[in-house]
């Protein structure tokens, strides 16, 4: 199941700095709206093996003045509505101000967990001043900086033993989740799907917080969509939807197998949609793109041809992904795309015979081997699939880390030529033989 974070508190108080090094990089998105950049605000992250979601929700509204509390207060309610617990920073250097009482405040009505960070302990001297947020009244409070890194690992120990990412699968069945933007048809292909109420076969008991689980059987295939429920959600401010849709998005493709990401055929392939591809990527799902209302574009022969490798050419060099120009409206090739979200699922599961993988790929090896390391020679002596939901491999060589990005490219597409993972991202593991 999937388990968010959401970090609240007024600006300033560093919040991003503490965010940037959970995530372990800095990365601003570009708003394709505004045409201005923006502060990434959410993204995945791991510590100790557990995996989560963080939101920062200061990156959610522009810095002005006058609207502070107003805006604060609507984060923190997002935050805990959205998040499973919650970091609430405050700045060990200004002390305790009233948004912050303010913050407060709102966070005590809610009965999620929360973790107190007083940040910029940077010395002892901040420790001892810092001693005043236990005036707050929070039970567990963490002293940290996040610029030096002191105490975050504590802090972040803390947060993380509440996660149990110990998913007891709840089924064999394939799970789908359906991504996109707003507007691009997500409900609508839903409602397809479950068109006919008999396509409902069960909630499965258990899983009262959402993401909601349900069997569907359409076509003859059983499989589960994840979150539908909050996919329909609609919100009454714009950004909140988009807010929503991005945390929806997030949790539900935590959740599943393989992910079917909308796009609009009128709009194309956006920087949006590469932040959720990007994610899928890093989660190590499978992918099925579907190009909505296909029925909208004026088209002749060339037209999905062309429209199709101008797709592709963005994914790169993730580019081994089916993609389906659909119509959900007149209900076009609706049944190729639950299809093709089952061949992915059955690629992304496969075991290759060992013999067959080493085979065939030290043959690739030695046709083209590893440029070698200063006068050494590289040499690959076997590959192993590592037991994994998704396709890992482990190469074994006198050279672990000398093996360089342009001939992984290779064992990768070799391994894409040889058996099928199309939609499928592929875990390359350089180790000692
Ligand atoms: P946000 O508005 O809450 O996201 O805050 P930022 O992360 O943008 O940080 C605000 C300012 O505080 C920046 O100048 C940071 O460099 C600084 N800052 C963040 N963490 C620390 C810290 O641990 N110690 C000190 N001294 N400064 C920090
Ligand atoms: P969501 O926000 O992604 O869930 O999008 P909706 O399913 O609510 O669809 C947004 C709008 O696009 C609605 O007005 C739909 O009727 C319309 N729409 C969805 N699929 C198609 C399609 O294949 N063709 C056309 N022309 N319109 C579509």
Request: neutral net charge; aromatic residues 10%; glycine residues 6%.
């Amino acid at each position: 199941m999937s388990y968010t974070i959401a970090i609240v508190g007024r600006p300033n108080v560093g919040k991003s700095t503490f965010f940037n090094r959970l995530v372990g990089y800095k990365k601003a998105i570009v708003d394709d709206i505004s045409g201005v950049t923006r502060d990434r605000i959410y993204d995945v992250a791991e510590w100790n093996g557990k995996h989560f979601t963080v939101i920062d929700t200061g990156g959610l509204v522009f810095k002005s003045q006058d609207v502070f509390e107003i805006e604060i207060k609507r984060q923190v309610q997002l935050a805990i509505e959205e998040a499973n617990s919650i970091v609430f920073m405050t700045d060990a250097a200004t002390g305790i101000t009233d948004l912050d009482e303010n913050v407060t405040e709102l966070l005590r009505k809610s009965n999620k967990k929360i973790f107190l960070a007083v940040n910029k302990v940077d010395n002892p001297q901040r420790y001892l001043q810092a001693q005043e947020m236990w005036g707050l009244g929070f039970e567990d409070v963490f002293f940290i900086s996040s610029i030096s890194g002191s105490g975050t690992g504590e802090l972040l120990d803390a947060v993380t033993a509440l996660i149990d990412n110990n998913t007891e699968e709840i089924s064999d069945l394939p799970k789908f989740a359906v991504i996109g933007q707003p507007n691009v048809g997500k409900s609508s292909f839903l409602n397809v799907l479950l068109e006919e109420e008999r396509n409902l076969v069960t909630d499965i008991a258990g899983t009262t917080r959402d993401p909601v689980h349900s069997v569907y059987k359409k076509f003859g295939k059983e499989f589960i969509l994840v979150d539908t429920a909050g996919i329909r959600k609609k919100a009454k401010v714009q950004e909140d939807l988009e807010f929503y849709s991005v945390i929806r998005a997030i949790k539900a493709i935590e959740d599943c197998d393989v992910c079917f990401l909308i796009i609009d055929a009128t709009q194309g392939l956006e920087s949006q949609d590469m932040e959720l591809v990007s994610l899928v990527v890093k989660r190590n799902k499978g992918l099925v793109i579907l190009v909505n209302k296909w029925d909208l574009v004026e088209k002749d022969t060339k037209t999905a041809g062309e429209f199709e490798s101008k797709i592709r050419s963005k994914l790169a060099p993730f580019d081994d992904v089916p993609i389906l120009f659909v119509s959900v409206k007149e209900k076009q090739r609706i049944f190729q795309a639950v299809e093709m979200g089952l061949q992915v699922y059955s690629n992304r599961k496969q075991e290759i015979k060992t013999s067959d993988l080493n085979e065939k790929m030290l043959e690739a090896i030695s046709k083209i081997p590893p440029p070698s390391y200063r006068n050494h020679l590289i040499k690959i002596k076997y590959i192993v699939q590592i037991k994994k939901p998704y396709p890992v491999f482990a190469f074994y060589t006198n050279y672990p880390d000398q093996i360089k990005g342009n001939y992984k490219n290779y064992l990768e597409n070799q391994l894409r030529s040889l058996y099928n993972f199309k939609g499928c991202p592929i875990r390359l593991l350089f180790k000692d033989k």
